[in-house]
């Protein structure tokens, strides 16, 4: 069939009456109509299933990384576990070495006998106002002495040696001068420092201060009051 023929006779086609048609108008009529099926049925059916697939494909891979995550916590429990007993005992140990109340006397006297048997000669050692902190209170001891460098440097090692925790702050020393210097050697120093020690508070004395406020005094009767109200 050329193709003259082929329009000749798509133009002689009567859409009324199908029956009439070429046979080969039947069958490219039902190619087309096949080829018009197969994509609709792909564009309803095929595409949403293959979205949704990767919609899903998605939130594995999002799954899989949180499931990592989550694995390689708990995988790590163990350790940190083993690392918070590790922080406890090194914190009860840290706080075995602060002395309690009763025993700071004995504390500041072994400060004193350490300067003693460093041949240092006391000015001023004038233990001063507590200052509480959150479990503990820090205790400041301002301290004058004279002497030779090296009597304050084994001064300052004997006191790093204590068992309990002593620091040596605001250290300052100066060739000895002054009132109070006279039949003092040539050369001695004089050492001013501020030697401070720590107590632990015991359980009435946390308790004290959690129902002061901040500057220390007891909290208003009428702001508590108030904040109940509320």
Do not use: C
């Not at 003092?184 to 030697?195: C, E, F, I, S």
Request: proline content about 5%; glycine content about 8%; hydrophobic content about 40%.
């Amino acid at each position: 069939m050329t193709l003259n023929e082929a329009l000749a006779d798509l133009q002689a086609v009567d859409p009324k009456n199908p029956g009439a048609w070429p046979t080969w108008i039947h069958v490219a009529a039902s190619i087309l109509a096949f080829v018009v099926l197969l994509g609709a049925g792909i564009y309803l059916l095929v595409m949403p299933e293959y979205e949704a697939l990767g919609v899903s494909e998605q939130r594995e891979v999002t799954l899989r990384d949180e499931f990592q995550k989550k694995q390689k916590k708990v995988a790590a429990l163990d350790a940190y576990k083993a690392q918070l007993e590790t922080m406890e005992r090194d914190f009860g140990a840290m706080l075995r070495q602060l002395p309690s109340k009763t025993e700071v006397e004995n504390l500041l006297n072994d400060i004193s006998q350490t300067r003693v048997a460093s041949s240092l000669e006391e000015e001023l050692f004038q233990p001063m106002a507590e200052i509480p902190k959150d479990f503990y209170a820090e205790v400041p001891n301002k301290i004058v002495v004279t002497g030779e460098y090296h009597e304050m440097g084994a001064f300052v090692g004997g006191v790093a040696a204590l068992p309990r925790i002593v620091t040596i702050d605001e250290v300052e020393i100066k060739p000895a001068s002054g009132p109070g210097s006279q039949g003092l050697k040539r050369g001695t120093l004089r050492m001013t420092a501020l030697a401070k020690t720590y107590r632990y508070l015991d359980d009435s004395e946390v308790s004290q201060k959690a129902a002061t406020g901040k500057d220390g005094k007891p909290a208003r009767r009428g702001a508590a009051r108030n904040k109940g109200a509320k």
